[in-house]
């Protein structure tokens, strides 16, 4: 792979994370209110924009990955994002790990593996 092809999946795996991780925290502040308040409350806060600004350069970033490696390798290059947002739930949110979500992303991570060195 081209240092170009490898900066646009690690882009990748950086904002969709990122957005994952920020719209984690936005749904996550327990005093917002309920129902629409809860909504609109959140529609202020930083953490939303921040996930929607990293999913839209997410967006750029992942249509220009794709320009460059075929879709069937791309898609399964992608599904190391699955990983990345697991292990950074645990590491911000100190999300649990089960024994099958190791299992999965152990075999997730290898699949990606076998993707890229072929």
Not at 31 to 51: F, H, K, S, V
Not at 85 to 97: D, Q, Y
């Amino acid at each position: 792979m081209s240092i170009l092809i490898i900066t646009f999946w690690m882009l990748n795996l950086l904002l969709d994370t990122g957005g994952h991780l920020a719209f984690k925290a936005a749904a996550a502040q327990t005093d917002c209110g309920d129902g629409l308040a809860r909504w609109r409350n959140m529609a202020r806060r930083p953490w939303i924009w921040i996930g929607v600004t990293c999913f839209v350069a997410e967006f750029v970033v992942w249509l220009a990955f794709l320009s460059l490696v075929p879709l069937s390798r791309g898609v399964l290059l992608g599904s190391i994002n699955i990983v990345a947002v697991m292990l950074a739930g645990r590491w911000v949110f100190a999300e649990k790990f089960t024994p099958l979500r190791i299992a999965g992303s152990l075999l997730i991570a290898i699949g990606v593996a076998i993707v890229g060195v072929s």
